[in-house]
């Protein structure tokens, strides 16, 4: 059923993923560039992998134990992002010149945080139906 509250989380970590690494910043290079995901290839695919994931995971609704293994994947790949993201961070920070973080490097957080709630709320729609197959 896509009119369940799972489909709003993934709506948002989808959007959150797929739309906003275009308008925030991940950080600023040196000579004062602001550096999108889209200028790094293999950040831009994992943001992108991530949207698509989430998108996928809204249309597995009738078999939800594959659409919780997605959104758990979904959510070890926003941290393999985020990761990245404090590795990368903690080398901007030894720089000679004074670099500065952007707001996009908290993207992946947030979308852990909406696939996570979205995962609470498929386990809880399964759990139901279980109980109800036992009254049965």
Known sequence: ?????????????AGIS?????????????DGTKV???????????????????LVSIFRYKNRKSQFMLGRLNIILN???????????LNLSGETA???????MLLPIVSIVFLALANKAIKKDEDL???VDRLR
Do not use: C, D, N
């Open 1 to 13: 059923m896509l009119q369940r509250i799972q489909t709003i989380y993934l709506l948002i970590a």
């Open 18 to 30: 797929g739309g906003l690494v275009f308008a925030l910043e991940l950080w600023y290079a040196e």
């Open 36 to 54: 999108f995901a889209g200028h790094i290839p293999y950040v831009f695919a994992a943001f992108m992998t991530s949207a698509l994931l989430s």
């Open 79 to 89: 941290f393999f992002l985020l990761g990245f993201f404090v590795y990368r961070s």
């Open 98 to 104: 004074v670099s500065e973080k952007g707001i996009g």
């Open 129 to 131: 139906v279980k109980s």
